[in-house]
C-alpha cells in the first residue's frame, strides 16, 4: 500500500515535470530565438529613434545578386592568379583575406616579382583608399544596433558593392542586415577564386562573358531608380559617368590607374552636387532623396524626432 | 610562388593595408557628422562611385561591345521599372548570352 502510493507520487511528480518541459518548449518554440533578436532590435531601434526594419533574411537576399557576380569576376580572378604563378591556395587566401579585385588584381604581379613590401602596402592603399570614403559615409547610416565590435568585423566586408547596396537602403542599416548582405558575395567570392584557379576552363567562354556583365547590371540597378527619384542623384551620375569615359579616352588621362579614376571622379561629382544642391539629413537615404525630388534642400532644417521615426518605417 | 614564407609576408601586409583603410574610418567616425557640405557630399558618394565604376568599364566587360550594349539597355529598362538587383543582374547576362548566340549563328 504504502509502495503504490509512492509510485502513485512519483508518476503525478513526473507528470508535472512533463507538462512544465512542454510548456517551456512551446513558448520557446514560438518565440523562437530569431524572432527575440528582431523584437529586440526593434526595441533598441525605436530607443535610438531609428527603426531599423531590415533583418538578416533580406540582407541575405541583397546578397544574391552580388554573391552571382563576384562569382564571375573572382574566377577571372583564379585564372589569372594561378597562371602568374600562384599556387591555388595562394590565390584563395588572398580572395579570403582582401575580397576586393582591383586591390587583388594589383597585387598579384608584385608578389609573384617579389618587389618591395612598401610598393605593395602604397599600391593598396591607393586602390583602396574609396574605401575610406565609404567607410566613413556607410558610419553615418549605421543604427545603433551596431556595436563597436561590429564594426571592426563589418568593415572587413566592405566592398564596392555591399557598400553600394546597404547604402541604397532606406532609413538606417542594422547589425543583422550588415551580417546577412556579407554572407553571399563572400562565399560567391571565395568559391569563385577557387573554380577559376582550380579549373579554368570548365566553363564555356560565352558563360563566363556573359556572366561579366552581371555586376554592371546589378549597379545600374541601384543607379536608375535614385535617379529617377532625385534630379541632384541623376546629375552626379551623369557628371561622374562623363569623368570616367573621358579618363579612359583623352589620351593623357588614360594613364591614370584605374583606383585613382574612381577616386577622381566621384570626389569631383559628389563635391561639385554637394556645393550645388546641398541636402540636409539626419536619416541619410530616405528623407534626402524626398528633398531633392521638391526641389526644397532641407538645409538647416532639422526634422522632429518623430518625423524622422515614420520616414524609417515607412519601407 | 615557392617561398611559402615570404608569400604570407606579402598576404599580411596586403590584407593589413587593405583592412586598415577600410576599417579605420568606420570604427573611429560614429559620431553624426553635421556639416552640411560633408553630409551631402557623402550622400551622392554612393552614386557617384558606381557610375564612374559602371561607365565605360561595362562595354568591356563581355569581351566584346556589341554584346554589352544588348546587356547595358536590357538593364537601363529593367532598372528604370524597378526590378529587384538579381532580376536586372540575370536579365542583362541572359541578353548578353542571347546576343552572343545571334552573332555567332549570323557571322
Redesign the interface.
Known amino acids: 500500500m504504502h509502495f503504490q502510493l509512492q509510485k502513485a507520487f512519483v508518476i503525478r511528480k513526473a507528470g508535472i515535470l512533463c507538462k512544465s518541459l512542454y510548456l517551456r518548449l512551446k513558448i520557446r518554440f514560438q518565440f523562437s530565438l530569431l524572432d527575440t533578436y528582431r523584437i529586440y532590435d526593434i526595441l533598441r531601434g525605436m530607443e535610438s529613434k531609428n527603426v531599423t526594419l531590415h533583418s538578416y533574411k533580406e540582407g541575405l537576399k ?1 546578397g ?3 554573391g ?2 563576384y562569382l564571375s569576376v573572382s574566377f577571372a580572378f583564379g585564372i589569372f592568379a594561378t597562371g602568374s ?3 591555388i591556395w ?1 590565390a584563395l ?2 580572395s579570403m ?4 579585385s582591383a ?1 587583388q588584381l594589383a ?1 598579384v604581379p ?3 616579382q ?1 618587389l618591395p ?1 612598401v610598393e ?2 602604397l599600391t ?2 591607393i586602390i ?13 547610416k549605421a543604427d545603433s544596433t551596431i556595436t ?1 565590435l561590429d ?2 568585423l ?3 566586408f ?1 566592398t ?1 558593392e555591399i ?3 546597404s ?2 537602403k532606406e532609413g538606417m542599416v542594422g547589425r543583422r542586415y550588415m551580417y546577412g548582405l556579407a554572407v553571399m558575395p563572400y562565399i560567391g567570392w571565395s568559391l569563385g577564386t577557387l573554380l577559376g584557379a582550380a579549373a579554368g576552363n570548365i566553363l564555356p ?3 563566363t ?20 527619384k532625385s534630379r ?2 541623376l546629375g ?6 562623363a ?3 573621358l579618363f ?1 579616352f583623352v589620351p593623357v588621362l588614360n594613364k591614370v590607374s584605374g583606383g585613382f ?2 577616386i577622381i ?3 569631383a ?3 561639385l ?3 550645388l ?6 536619416n ?2 530616405a528623407s ?1 532623396g524626398d528633398g531633392a525630388q521638391s526641389g526644397q534642400n532641407k ?2 532644417a532639422k526634422p522632429a524626432a518623430g518625423a524622422n521615426r515614420s520616414a524609417g518605417s515607412e519601407e | 610562388m615557392e617561398n611559402t614564407i615570404l608569400f604570407f609576408k606579402y598576404l599580411a601586409v596586403m590584407a593589413g593595408v587593405t583592412y586598415l583603410v577600410r576599417m579605420l574610418p568606420f570604427v573611429l567616425f560614429k559620431k553624426k557628422i553635421e556639416n552640411t557640405f560633408v553630409q551631402s557630399f557623402l550622400y551622392y558618394i554612393p552614386y557617384a562611385v558606381l557610375g564612374a565604376m559602371t561607365f565605360p568599364a561595362i562595354f568591356y566587360s563581355t569581351g566584346n561591345t556589341i554584346t554589352a550594349l544588348a546587356g547595358c539597355v536590357t538593364a537601363l529598362v529593367l532598372a528604370w521599372f524597378e526590378k529587384s538587383l538579381l532580376t536586372v543582374a540575370l536579365c542583362a547576362s541572359v541578353a548578353v548570352f542571347a546576343a552572343d548566340c545571334v552573332i555567332r549563328f549570323v557571322a
Open positions: 541583397d544574391v545578386p552580388i552571382l557576380g604563378g600562384l599556387k595562394q587566401l588572398i583575406t582582401n575580397l576586393t586591390g597585387g608584385i608578389i609573384v617579389s613590401f605593395i602596402a593598396q592603399l583602396n583608399l574609396r574605401y575610406s570614403l565609404m567607410s566613413i559615409s556607410l558610419s553615418q563597436r564594426r571592426f563589418i568593415s572587413f566592405m564596392d557598400f553600394a547596396v547604402s541604397a567562354e560565352p558563360v562573358n556573359a556572366l561579366g556583365i552581371a555586376i554592371y547590371g546589378m549597379f545600374i540597378a541601384i543607379i536608375i531608380p535614385a535617379a529617377k541632384s542623384v552626379v551620375v551623369i557628371v561622374s559617368c569623368m570616367s569615359v579612359r579614376v574612381i571622379c566621384a570626389v561629382a559628389s563635391a552636387f554637394a556645393w544642391k546641398p541636402v540636409k539629413t539626419t541619410s537615404g534626402a538645409v538647416g
